[in-house]
């Protein structure tokens, strides 16, 4: 794919990037390795002053960025300058956090017959961030700003479709004072991913996009015997039980549903609801979705902008017309709009079975499966019934069945009684086919550190295999 911004709302191509040549992909891995190791030797309070002069820039250009974001991409403006507002706020957060969460960890000294015994958390070096376009400036800032952090430094791979963001937060790296290289876009097709992640001086891969993506940077990463963090599709679940509010699951619904133009990850996908409460439900969130408004993104008004590209309107529609043909029931939407821009109505679809594509596969434009379900075990086994375990949201009121749902929900986030999202406070990832490792949070941070166990003794030989057979 070539390497350009164009219009969702307009197709128009408004400029277009020469991918990098070889020499100037090593010139660039050069460089951040060299910023490495200066990097590590830098204090934690230099760099957090560096990390919250970034803050400071993304809130000054807020409105410049944002807007951007949606000329290359096609969300709101309003989510966009709300986009840039949440990394701001990560990395002030991690500015702020990371002296505590780098702090050595003192150990029980006596049980492992030591005088002091500690863990330590030190940066490995250069970390390859292959990036989607949906949140371009989120899915970098919580990578970058927790990684900066510990002393590791940065390669940006974007996705081909979001180049101007990609440079600019270079640029915002450089300008908060970061050493040249801490922070770096490569401007590259998927195909150079390969020849970086196996240069020697890259050590670690972090993914944020597709399950074939993810498995291609695993592959490589296997063979190099390098560590990689995965966050890739969803299909999540939003159950709705008898005891819920309804009203209030249904407006979160078209929410969670639409948010950023349907193109989450943890957007809810599938929405489970007892059949108590199946059709007052349906009826409230099908008039949701329908009354939003389609439209310019850069329009305050707009609820819901163009999808990304005119291949991932296609896609969603095929999967609403193959439902279609084997029998499903539309209650909203599901009609291909005429003229400029790549937008898709908000679509209810229900009455959906297993062999639909809908069922299984990940659905990335504003359209809601709808299934009923007549008992708990049913919902969970729904809920349950797919690839994917990233997010997930269960709406009821009853205590002893929101610790069911907590427990025999498979995925790596749920949300009870509300709307999956991240949070620079909670861990953040998936189980099953959605990936592995954790984002945000101090374990976000940790994930590319050395967490190295220190072990001071007086000499004695005590540390050996055989020591815990004495
Ligand atoms: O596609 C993944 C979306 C993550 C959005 C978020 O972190 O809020």
């Known amino acids: 794919m070539s390497i350009a911004t164009t219009n969702p709302a307009t197709e128009q191509v408004l400029k277009t990037f020469e991918a990098m040549s070889t020499e100037q992909i090593d010139a660039a891995i050069e460089r951040a390795d060299l ?23 993304l809130e000054e250009d807020r409105d410049e960025i944002a807007r951007i974001m949606t000329q290359e991409m096609g969300k709101t403006y309003v989510a966009a300058q709300a986009e840039v507002t949440k990394c701001a706020s990560a990395c002030r957060f991690y500015a702020d956090r990371a002296p505590s969460f780098l702090a050595d960890q003192p150990a029980d000294a006596s049980a492992v017959k030591a005088t002091r015994a500690f863990i330590r958390y030190q940066p490995i070096g250069v970390v390859l961030a292959v990036m ?28 081909s479709n979001v180049p101007q963001t990609a440079l600019l937060l270079e640029d915002v790296f450089r300008r908060a004072g970061f ?3 801490a922070f770096t876009t490569v401007l590259v097709g998927s195909e150079a991913v390969d020849r970086i992640l196996s240069d020697p001086r890259v050590r670690a891969a972090t993914l944020t996009g597709s399950e074939p993506a993810g498995r291609s940077i695993a592959q490589i990463a296997g063979r190099e015997l390098k560590k990689t963090v995965l966050e890739l599709g969803g299909s999540d679940p939003f159950v709705v039980m008898p005891s819920a509010d309804v009203d209030r699951a249904a407006e979160v619904a078209t929410t969670a549903r639409c948010q950023n133009n349907g193109q989450s990850c943890i957007a809810a996908k599938r929405f489970i609801v007892h059949t108590d409460v199946f059709d007052a439900f349906a009826e409230k969130f099908a008039a949701n979705m329908a009354a939003l408004r389609v439209g310019d993104p850069m329009d305050p008004g707009t609820d819901v902008g163009p999808l990304a590209s005119q ?28 003229g400029d821009g790549w937008y898709y109505p908000p679509t209810v679809v229900t009455d959906l079975t297993p062999e639909m594509r809908m069922w299984r596969e990940e659905v990335f434009g504003p359209v809601a499966g709808l299934y009923r379900v007549s008992s708990y075990e049913e919902a969970i086994e729904v809920a349950n019934g797919t690839s994917f375990g990233l997010g997930s949201n269960a709406w009821t009121r009853d205590e002893a069945e929101q610790e069911r749902f907590a427990v025999d929900l498979d995925a790596g986030n749920v949300f009870i009684n509300g709307m999956t999202t991240s949070f620079p406070e909670l861990p953040f990832g998936g189980v099953k086919n959605s990936g592995y490792g954790r984002e945000l949070s101090e ?18 030989a005590s540390a050996g295999a055989g020591a815990h057979a004495e």
């Open 311 to 338: 291949r991932g309107r296609d896609e969603v529609h095929a999967q609403v017309r193959d439902a279609v043909d084997n029998g499903a029931t539309v209650l909203c939407g599901g009609e291909l709009p005429t």
């Open 443 to 460: 374990l976000g941070m940790r994930e590319f550190c050395n967490t190295k166990t220190v072990w001071v003794g007086e000499g004695v």
């Open 35 to 57: 910023a490495y190791h200066q990097l590590r030797e830098t204090t934690v309070d230099q760099r957090a002053q560096w990390m919250n002069t970034v803050a400071d820039l």
């Open 179 to 181: 050493p040249e290289g």
């Open 132 to 159: 989607p376009w949906n949140f371009p400036l989120w899915q970098v800032l919580r990578f970058a700003a927790p990684a900066l952090m510990a002393g590791n430094t940065g390669l940006l791979k974007h996705a």
